[in-house]
C-alpha cells in the first residue's frame, strides 16, 4: 500500500507539472506522457463502448483468435472464480471481443465498460495493461495508481499480446484483471501462459493447414509441369514458390509479391480471389483448396502464355447435375441405400442421411436432389461443423445493408436465402452450435427468414437435406441436439453403409479408380495383382470411399509399371493396426490331399475358361469375387484383374 501511495503523489505530481518524478518507471511515465498527448481527460470513468453491429463485426474479424482462446476461457470460468479475476480477449485495436471469470468481477468490470465491446487503447481510456501492451508490444502490469484515469485506478491488470506463429502479426492481447486491493502476484504469469497456449494452438492449425495445401499442391504439380505456381494459405502469406514464378510476373519485384498477395486473400471473400489475382497478374489461374468446406488458401498458377487461359477459370463453386446411376456398386448395401433415396426423392421431404465419414453422403445428396421436385433449383452446402461459430449466423442469414461496420453496401443473402426454391444441404448437422439450432428451428416451421439487422422477414421455398457421421439419438441425450429440431429434419432416413460391408464393391471401386487417375496422368491402365486385392479386401477402410480414393490414386501415381502390387499398397493397408477386422474372408480350414488339389484345379479351370475375368469365373464356381481372389493368392496366383 506504501508503494500505492507513492505513485498516487506521483500521479498528482504528474497531473500538475507536467512531468514525472524520479522513481516512477520510465514505461508508466511514457504511457502518462502518451495519454495526455492524446487528450484523454483524468476524470473519465468509462472506456467507449460500442454497439452490437461493430461487436458482432469485430467478433466475426478475429474468429480465429476466438477460437484459440475458448479452452482457456471455459477454464478462467472456473479457475478465476475464486480468485477475483477475470480474463479478457482484446483485438489488436484494444477492443474487448470476450471476457470470463468470476461473473462478480466482471459485473463490476461494467461500471468502467471492462466488457465485451469496450475500447482499451491507450487513446481511448489513458493507462491500462490492454493499450499499454499494444502500444510497447510487450507484457507489461499496470497496478492501481499506475492508471492514468482516475476512476480506472480501482483496477490491477496484467496484459500481453498474442501474436500469429507465421509471420508474427499481432493478433490480440490477453489480459488478468482484478480489484486492485486483492490483485494476485501471479497472474501476469497466467497472462503469459495463456498467450503461449493460444500462440501453440494457432501453430497447430497453421501446419495441418499447410500440410493439406501442400498434398493438394503436389497433385495438381503433375497437371501444371511446365507452368509456375504460387501456393497461398488463408493468410496470404506465401507457402511456396516455384523456381521460376517471380519471374514471369510483369513488373512485379520479388519483395512485392507477397503484399499485393496478401492485399487479395486478405481484402476479399474468396469467391473473389481469382478476380482479384487477374487484377494483380491478368496471366494468372486460381484454384481455391477446402478443407472440410472451409477455404484455407490457394493454389495460383502463373500461365506462360497471356493468349490463353485454361479452363476452368476457378473452380471453387460447382454445382454438379448427379444421378443415382453415378452411385457405384453392386453390393446389397449400397443397392438397398440407394432404391430408399430413389423413391424418397419423389418428394420434397426433409431427409436425414446418416453414414461414416468418407462414404459418399453429399453424392447421395446431390442424386435425390436431382431426382426431385427441385432438380432445377439451387443446390446450396452448408458445413455446420466448418464454419466458425461467430460467423455461421451470418453465413446462414445473411445480413441486411449496414448492420455493420465494412458490412456490404447492398446486404448480403444468407444460404438459406440462396437455397430458396432449391436445396439446402446441411452437412454434419450434429456439429450446429446449440443456440443456433433455435433459429433454424423457427425459419423451418415458419419459411420466413431474417437477416441480421433486418425486422422483416424474406419467405423461402427449401427442402433440407441433413448429413452426419454422429448419432443423434445420443446427441439428444446428452443434451446437444434439440429433439424438436432433429424430427424437422429427419422426416426420412437412409443409412449409407461403410465401405467394409460392401464386399466385392471394395475392388469394383478400385479398379475404377485406377482406371480414372492413369487416365488423368496419361498412363497405360493399371490394374491389381491378387495379393494386393486380398489386402485390400481384408482392410477396413475406416476413412471409406474417400480413403480408398486417395489410397489408389496416390499408388498409382508412384508405380512404374501396370500391375499394382502388394508391397506397392500404403502401411496401414499391408499391415493393418491391431483390431482390424482381417478375419471377415478368412480361408476355410485346410482340407487334406486330393480334395484340396482338387479345389485348386477347379478354380484354375474356371479361371482359364473365363480367360482371367475373375468376375465370370467366381459367379461360376458360385463364390464371392473376394473369396476368389483369397484363394488365388494362397495358390501363389497374380493375374491382373478383369471385369
Known sequence: MAQQHEIRLAWETFLLKGQAPQGISQSIASSWER?????????????????????FRRRSQNAMLLTAARPALQ?????????????????????IIETAGDPRIVDQGRRNHLEVGGNWEEGAIGTNAIGTA???????????????????????????????????????VVDISGPA?????????????????????????????????????VSKRSIWLSEEMLLVDSRGSLVHTTQKALRTLDGSQPKTLPDAVRAVVRTMPETRWADGFRQQFPNANLEVV?????????????????????????RIASNPSVGFDQILGDSAAIQEARERARKLAAN????????????????????????GPNAEGPFVPVNCGGIPHDLIASELFGYAKGAFTGADEHGRAGKIEKASGGVLCLDEIGEMPLDLQAYLLRVLEDRMVYRIGEHEGRTVDIQILSMTNRSLGAEMEAGRFRRDLYHRIAGARVRIPPLRERGDDILLLAELFATAAADKLGRVPVTFSTDAAALMMAYRWPGNVRELRNVVETTVALVEAGLIEADDLPDEVRTPTPGS???????????????????????????????????????????????????????????????
Not at 75 to 95: K, N
Not at 290 to 307: F, T
Open 35 to 55: 495519454s495526455r498527448t492524446l487528450g484523454v481527460a483524468v476524470e473519465r470513468e468509462e472506456a467507449p463502448l460500442a454497439g452490437e453491429p461493430e461487436v
Open 75 to 95: 477454464r478462467s470460468s472456473l479457475f478465476l472464480a475464486e480468485a477475483s479475476s477475470m480474463m479478457v480477449l482484446s483485438d489488436p485495436g484494444g477492443f
Open 134 to 172: 499494444l502500444a510497447e508490444g510487450r507484457t507489461v502490469r499496470i497496478l492501481g495508481a499506475e492508471h492514468f484515469c482516475e476512476d480506472v485506478q480501482r483496477w490491477a491488470c496484467a496484459a500481453t499480446p498474442v501474436h500469429y506463429p507465421g509471420d508474427g502479426e499481432l493478433l490480440g
Open 181 to 217: 486491493g486483492t490483485f494476485n502476484p501471479q497472474s501476469l504469469a497466467l497472462a503469459v501462459a495463456i498467450s503461449r497456449e493460444m500462440e501453440a494452438s494457432l501453430d497447430r492449425a497453421l501446419k495441418l493447414e499447410h500440410d493439406v495445401l501442400w498434398r493438394y499442391f
Open 290 to 314: 477446402k478443407n472440410e468446406g472451409q477455404a484455407i488458401g490457394c493454389v495460383v498458377v502463373l500461365h506462360r502464355s497471356r493468349s490463353r487461359l485454361p479452363a476452368p477459370a476457378l
Open 348 to 371: 420434397t421431404l426433409s431427409i436425414l442421411i446418416e453414414g461414416e465419414t468418407g462414404v459418399g453422403k453429399e453424392l447421395f445428396a446431390r442424386a435425390i436432389k436431382g431426382a
Open 581 to 643: 477386422d482381417r478375419s471377415n474372408d478368412e480361408q476355410p480350414p485346410p482340407v487334406a490331399g486330393d480334395l484340396r488339389e482338387a479345389e485348386r484345379q477347379a478354380i484354375l479351370a474356371q479361371v482359364r475358361d473365363c480367360d482371367g475375368n475373375l468376375t465370370q469365373a467366381a459367379r461360376r464356381l458360385g463364390i464371392a469375387r473376394s473369396t476368389l481372389y483369397l484363394r488365388l493368392a494362397k495358390y501363389g496366383r497374380r493375374p491382373a484383374l478383369t471385369s
